[in-house]
């Protein structure tokens, strides 16, 4: 079985300031990993997955995120938040066998202010 | 391409009703899963679908079940409605049935139980 947690409920910052939203997971087998990004009223949109090789993965948007096998960690980051950044993201696991849902973090509000 | 597509996607019913959801994947696109959001629980898998045969299960109930039909559309009901299951209803859809394809999310179907 498999689980994640998202450490910050929700992340305040300022436009144009970085942010880092974290990630941890907990599984019995190997797994790949996601950020997906939900705007209000919206489905879920990938924004960049690890499946394996280089553990910096760039994704959309001007994200990138880090997988740190020791740590088991899938932190989130962008060097320079905008407005239209204001969304719930959320990172997600899926087993590389067996059952092949997605198992989701609680999610990370995050608020771009002016 | 068209994206996923969810009818209705605004429901209000009554308990003990019961109520069939309806989701409309890629074109091409052969595996079908639900999840059901709710702000206390998140987002949870509900279960999936592949050349129209169940390939999984999330831990729900008996009176959450599914079907897919030949043209890979999906439909989920949920019998004896309970107040619990307002939520929203997330389809997602993928080529096939690989761990590690991305899941295409239509914008869901918001249930109200009254």
């Known amino acids: 079985a498999q689980s994640v947690t998202q450490l910050d409920s929700q992340v305040p910052v300022f436009e144009e300031a970085p942010v880092e939203l974290r990630c941890n997971y907990s599984?019995?087998?190997?797994?790949?990993l996601f950020w997906y990004v939900q705007y209000p009223n919206q489905g879920l949109q990938l924004l960049l997955k690890?499946?394996?090789?280089?553990?910096l993965v760039k994704g959309i948007n001007g994200f990138e995120a880090e997988f740190n096998k020791s740590q088991t960690s899938f932190h989130l980051r962008k060097p320079s938040v905008h407005i239209s950044d204001t969304a719930e993201y959320f990172c997600a696991v899926s087993a590389y066998t067996g059952r092949r849902a997605l198992t989701f973090g609680s999610g990370t509000r995050l608020q771009v202010q002016p | 391409k068209a994206g996923v597509t969810q009818t209705p996607r605004y429901l209000i019913k009554t308990r003990g009703q019961q109520v069939t959801l309806s989701c409309s994947p890629i074109?091409?696109?052969?595996?079908v899963s639900w999840y059901q959001q709710t702000p206390g629980q998140g987002l949870q898998f509900l279960f999936e679908y592949f050349s129209e045969t169940q390939r999984n299960k999330g831990n729900f109930p008996g009176r959450f079940s599914g079907r897919q039909f030949s043209n890979s559309r999906s439909e989920m009901n949920v019998s004896t409605l309970e107040l619990g299951d307002s939520a929203l209803y997330l389809c997602?859809?993928?080529?096939?049935?690989?761990?590690?394809?991305?899941?295409?999310f239509g914008p869901g179907t918001r249930l109200t139980v009254l």
């Open positions: 599984s019995s087998v190997s797994v790949y």
């Open positions: 074109s091409g696109h052969r595996s």
């Open positions: 997602a859809s993928s080529p096939d049935s690989s761990s590690y394809n991305e899941q295409f």
């Open positions: 690890y499946l394996s090789g280089s553990t």
